[in-house]
């Protein structure tokens, strides 16, 4: 049974109550501002205090309670750790008026957002006057992130190069520092199942140490005997593209069985390589979208306010339960409907039936349709 730990309010009543029938003579009653009141609030509230002290002692005593460096220690025993932030790369091309003009190594360029970036390596412009060099964020966190096309600048440029240009392919890798409760997860799923040398287990927790990367799921055998499909989601990182992989489907670039792959593909499979068993082929690939559609009729209330709720409270379903190749079922869609605060009833008209996503396709929200049956009936 939990311990029930006593309010400031209950240790001052408790503290004069010890005051007043201590058998002193004349303590029966204390006056509010009494020395031996004052001092029961005093003692009372140092009390409160070892309370909440001990109390804080007991979260930091279990890793599913531990936080901050605790958590981190208690990690650290079973060899997970914090991810830090990292900064996201790419390249960016820029356009110049001559051929053979080169584009030096440091010089620092500002997306349009005011994001520093630096150039890595040296690069020359072609026949055509165009240069594409490597670029890395300056500061990191996810927002260092972005698509190919975004506007770039040259903050000092060279002559015969125009400062304005745009990153050439997605800039990816950038990642803000892992939460508690993410670090948390990995820990505990660490815990549950530990290293086997190579189990599905093992490749997803791989995975899921690659900074920005929430969900992983391995698929043994899936592109032939001997190879391992790792398929994952940076739900957070790549919101802007509703959690999916920006990049092209391969293997690491030290692996000459397979396509070497790029963007935040190749940051997984670089990460699983020098810990893989030797013998497996892995390839790193994004999951494909399905879109799952819902009805729901009679509901009530029906107003864009619970409709933007259950939207939220579907998405936070297909977060919690869906997986490439996994089955939804309709009481899956019920249950998270009916979890939304406010709605008194509906029915769930679509899906009517259990949902099986094709190998490597993952469910995801599609649209919400609401039929009102008594606006459709009034209208008749």
């Not at 205090?49 to 208690?74: C, K, N």
């Amino acid at each position: 049974m939990p311990f029930a730990r006593p309010t400031l309010t209950a240790l001052r009543s408790q503290a004069v109550e010890d005051i007043t029938t201590s058998g002193v003579p004349g303590l029966d009653g204390l006056l509010r501002n009494a020395v031996l009141r004052v001092l029961a609030w005093v003692m009372a509230g140092l009390a409160y205090s070892e309370y909440g002290y001990l109390d804080w002692i007991a979260r930091q005593s279990v890793p599913f309670t531990a936080t901050d460096e605790f958590l981190e220690a208690w990690a650290a025993l079973i060899g997970v750790f914090r991810k830090d932030a990292t900064a996201a790369s790419g390249f960016a091309t820029f356009n110049g008026n001559a051929a053979g003009l080169t584009l030096p190594e440091g010089r620092t360029c500002t997306r349009e957002d005011g994001t520093p970036y630096t150039i890595t390596a040296s690069a020359t412009t072609d026949i055509n006057g165009n240069v594409t060099v490597p670029i890395r964020a300056l500061v990191e966190g996810a927002a260092t992130n972005c698509d190919d096309g975004t506007p770039i600048a040259i903050n000092d440029p060279i002559a015969g190069i125009n400062a304005s240009g745009e990153t050439s392919g997605p800039v990816t890798g950038g990642a803000d520092q892992e939460t508690n409760e993410a670090l948390r997860t990995r820990m505990l799923a660490k815990y549950r199942s530990p290293p086997q040398g190579g189990s599905a287990a093992d490749y997803e927790q791989w995975a899921l140490e690659v900074p920005g990367v929430t969900r992983a799921w391995c698929e043994p055998n899936g592109m032939g005997i001997g190879t391992v499909i790792i398929r994952f989601m940076l739900d957070d990182v790549q919101a802007a593209h509703e959690g999916f992989p920006q990049g092209t489907d391969g293997c690491a670039s030290e692996e000459t069985r397979g396509p070497t792959a790029s963007g935040d593909q190749l940051a997984v499979a670089e990460h699983i390589w020098p810990v893989q068993p030797v013998t497996a082929l892995v390839y790193a690939i994004a999951p494909v979208a399905n879109a799952i559609d819902v009805e729901l009729t009679a509901l009530d209330p029906d107003t864009p306010d619970i409709e933007a709720q259950i939207v939220a409270s579907l998405n936070d379903m297909f977060l919690a339960r869906a997986e490439p190749g996994g089955t939804l079922y309709p009481s899956d869609f019920y249950e998270a409907v009916l979890a939304t605060p406010g709605v008194n009833h509906f029915i769930l008209s679509e899906p009517a039936g259990p949902v099986t996503s094709l190998p490597g396709a993952l469910p995801v929200m599609g649209t919400l349709t609401i039929v009102n049956v008594l606006a459709d009936a009034a209208d008749r």
